[in-house]
């Protein structure tokens, strides 16, 4: 019995601890390397979570909205929620900026077939911009 409460106990402090390692919608600190006694920050500003958040999934969506406008063979498309909400996640907080994974939905109709589908991407995004690092290419026809 003391085994359990023992087991549960170390589960609840475990999902505890990982919960206070999570990013905050607040500016990123500049971290700092030190060479010769000099403190010389390695990134030149803040990046805020929640803007890089929005700058990946307005980039993602901006590229969809490209690849469809472009698409000779649909008779029409949309991009916005459908089966699933687009989603935005940071995947990763370093010197050189904020990482992001972004999901995008859309839907696409040919003829009497409707397709809704989901796009994936990963975005770099920084003070001064926002790069496509990799992801799902977009090619309806």
Not at 27 to 50: C, L, M, Y
Not at 52 to 58: D, Q, S, T, V
Not at 109 to 127: F, I, P, S
Request: with cysteine.
């Amino acid at each position: 019995m003391y085994g359990q409460r023992a087991l549960l106990l170390a589960i609840v402090c475990s999902l505890a601890l990982t919960g206070c390692s999570t990013l905050s919608d607040g500016p990123a600190t500049p971290k700092s390397a030190v060479t010769s006694g000099q403190e010389t920050p390695t990134i030149d500003a803040q990046v805020n979570v929640s803007e890089a958040r929005e700058r990946a999934l307005n980039s993602e969506t901006d590229y969809v909205t490209a690849r469809l406008q472009n698409a000779s063979c649909l008779d029409s498309w949309d991009v916005g929620s459908f089966t699933v909400g687009p989603k935005v996640t940071v995947v990763n907080h370093s010197d050189r900026g904020i990482t992001v994974r972004v999901r995008r939905p859309y839907s696409t109709t040919k003829g009497e077939a409707v397709y809704d589908a989901e796009h994936y991407a990963r975005y770099l995004v920084t003070r001064t911009g926002t790069e496509r690092l990799s992801g799902d290419t977009v090619a309806p026809c």
